[in-house]
């Protein structure tokens, strides 16, 4: 039976950073509730959130198979951008553009008064992007990603080598874009304070991972390890694990990538890392390379991709030890303080997963590597489904998750397509 949740080989690096959290409450019994979320994520906690404010007396319940800020949603980058990515450019849609820009920059600014409402300490700040590119294919997709900004009407700056290196302390690019368009977190901080200061009528149940969901009568019951959770209405909100509990088969597959962190630089090597305090850098090429300034001094690098398992983490430790030595070489030797993997939720065509499935059966998957702002806008629209509430038509807006065919057709086509945008972009990773 395939795995519903992921088993990790490493702890999180991010969250690795932060003190040990108090222990919480797991599922041991049968219990029953109004409402079951699977998955403490950003979605999850924004669609319990949204919940009881319109059911205020309803008694939510959270299923989550980890803690918070050790599972996926703490493993990411950390970037939280108020515009659409790339898989939503498009140019010739400047009207469906703008109002996707529009809820993605509301879902920000809801996520900004969340952490300053609660002092949130995740280190959350204003500090745009930077997108760049090494090679032909990564300038190419620069100058498409420049299409979209000025058809949107977005402000930007151009950067040539010179200039980004001034910048960020490297000449490996040989041009780039600043964007402002974007905050910065430490993201296991981030998901931690968000799961610590949920409203009091929401059970946050960690070490609880959904095995599957079945229809009992009018009730759905989700078994756990340790007890059944019986709920008038279910929100599936773990992303690419999803699937593996009968929802969205044919439609969202688990890629895992993964990132590294170096221990605080010092002296010299920080001197030569630019003007830049903390920063953050998209690579213009979707396989390409993510690279972070932390606020305290690290650097960050996030790379390599798989089908539906995790690498082994020693051979990805040396893959990106070797990207970020090419970006900053005058790093020398070195090793990295944390390496870790993170699943995401990817369709064929870039779009969600998300709407009414059947009876009181709601899903938001496939969040295609945007999962923090995206995922907070798409989870509290859920909500405002279920509850018979106006919601824009997000289908139309995003797109709807297209088919892919079962395996082992889609793991060929994985892996032949992904082979060959690594081919071409080679010079971005």
């Given at each position: 039976?395939?795995?519903?949740?992921?088993?990790?080989?490493?702890?999180?690096?991010?969250?690795?950073?932060?003190?040990?959290?108090?222990?919480?409450?797991?599922?041991?019994?049968?219990?029953?509730?109004?409402?079951?979320?699977?998955?403490?994520?950003?979605?999850?906690?924004?669609?319990?959130?949204?919940?009881?404010?319109?059911?205020?007396?309803?008694?939510?319940?959270?299923?989550?198979?980890?803690?918070?800020?050790?599972?996926?949603?703490?493993?990411?980058?950390?970037?939280?951008?108020?515009?659409?990515?790339?898989?939503?450019?498009?140019?010739?849609?400047?009207?469906?553009?703008?109002?996707?820009?529009?809820?993605?920059?509301?879902a920000m600014a809801d996520i900004v008064e969340l952490v300053n409402r609660f002092d949130i300490q995740?280190?959350?700040?204003?500090?745009?992007?930077?997108?760049?590119?090494?090679?032909?294919?990564?300038?190419?997709?620069?100058?498409?990603?420049?299409?979209?900004?000025?058809?949107?009407?977005?402000?930007?700056?151009?950067?040539?080598?010179?200039?980004?290196?001034?910048?960020?302390?490297?000449?490996?690019?040989?041009?780039?874009?600043?964007?402002?368009?974007?905050?910065?977190?430490?993201?296991?901080?981030?998901?931690?304070?968000?799961?610590?200061?949920?409203?009091?009528?929401?059970?946050?149940?960690?070490?609880?991972?959904?095995?599957?969901?079945?229809?009992?009568?009018?009730?759905?019951?989700?078994?756990?390890?340790?007890?059944d959770v019986a709920a008038r209405t279910v929100i599936v909100a773990n992303n690419a694990f999803a699937?593996?509990?009968?929802?969205?088969?044919?439609?969202?597959?688990?890629?895992?990538?993964?990132?590294?962190?170096?221990?605080?630089?010092?002296?010299?090597?920080?001197?030569?890392?630019?003007?830049?305090?903390?920063?953050?850098?998209?690579?213009?090429?979707?396989?390409?390379?993510?690279?972070?300034?932390?606020?305290?001094?690290?650097?960050?690098?996030?790379?390599?991709?798989?089908?539906?398992?995790?690498?082994?983490?020693?051979?990805?430790?040396?893959?990106?030890?070797?990207?970020?030595?090419?970006?900053?070489?005058?790093?020398?030797?070195?090793?990295?303080?944390?390496?870790?993997?993170?699943?995401?939720?990817?369709?064929?065509?870039?779009?969600?997963?998300?709407?009414?499935?059947?009876?009181?059966?709601?899903?938001?998957?496939?969040?295609?590597?945007?999962?923090?702002?995206?995922?907070?806008?798409?989870?509290?629209?859920?909500?405002?489904?279920?509850?018979?509430?106006?919601?824009?038509?997000?289908?139309?807006?995003?797109?709807?998750?297209?088919?892919?065919?079962?395996?082992?057709?889609?793991?060929?086509?994985?892996?032949?397509?992904?082979?060959?945008?690594?081919?071409?972009?080679?010079?971005?990773?």
């Amino acid at each position: 039976m395939k795995l519903t949740y992921p088993i990790y080989k490493n702890d999180c690096g991010w969250n690795a950073l932060l003190p040990e959290s108090p222990p919480g409450q797991s599922v041991s019994d049968d219990i029953t509730c109004d409402v079951a979320i699977i998955g403490a994520g950003y979605t999850g906690l924004a669609a319990a959130r949204r919940w009881v404010e319109h059911s205020p007396g309803d008694r939510v319940a959270i299923l989550d198979s980890s803690d918070p800020g050790e599972g996926s949603p703490g493993r990411n980058s950390g970037f939280l951008l108020e515009i659409s990515l790339a898989n939503d450019a498009d140019p010739t849609a400047v009207d469906r553009m703008r109002a996707c820009n529009k809820m993605i920059a509301a879902a920000m600014a809801d996520i900004v008064e969340l952490v300053n409402r609660f002092d949130i300490q995740c280190n959350l700040a204003r500090s745009g992007t930077y997108r760049a590119a090494a090679g032909e294919e990564g300038l190419a997709a620069l100058e498409a990603y420049v299409a979209f900004l000025d058809a949107a009407e977005l402000p930007y700056e151009k950067l040539a080598r010179a200039e980004l290196q001034q910048r960020i302390g490297t000449d490996f690019y040989h041009a780039g874009l600043y964007s402002p368009h974007c905050y910065l977190a430490q993201p296991a901080a981030l998901i931690r304070g968000m799961a610590a200061n949920l409203p009091r009528s929401i059970a946050l149940y960690q070490r609880s991972p959904a095995l599957g969901i079945r229809r009992v009568g009018d009730t759905w019951q989700v078994k756990t390890p340790h007890g059944d959770v019986a709920a008038r209405t279910v929100i599936v909100a773990n992303n690419a694990f999803a699937k593996n509990l009968g929802v969205g088969r044919s439609r969202v597959a688990a890629i895992y990538t993964y990132a590294a962190l170096t221990a605080p630089l010092t002296g010299n090597h920080l001197r030569r890392l630019g003007s830049d305090q903390a920063w953050g850098l998209l690579p213009a090429h979707r396989l390409g390379s993510t690279l972070r300034r932390t606020a305290d001094g690290r650097l960050l690098i996030r790379s390599c991709y798989d089908y539906e398992s995790e690498a082994d983490n020693d051979t990805v430790a040396s893959i990106l030890t070797d990207a970020l030595r090419r970006r900053f070489p005058f790093l020398g030797e070195f090793s990295f303080a944390q390496v870790w993997g993170g699943a995401t939720g990817l369709t064929l065509n870039g779009a969600p997963l998300w709407g009414n499935i059947d009876d009181n059966l709601y899903v938001s998957a496939g969040c295609n590597g945007g999962g923090v702002v995206k995922g907070t806008l798409f989870g509290a629209a859920l909500s405002d489904l279920a509850h018979s509430k106006p919601v824009p038509d997000l289908q139309k807006l995003f797109g709807r998750a297209s088919w892919m065919p079962p395996d082992p057709l889609r793991r060929i086509g994985f892996e032949l397509i992904s082979g060959l945008e690594r081919r071409r972009g080679k010079a971005e990773i």
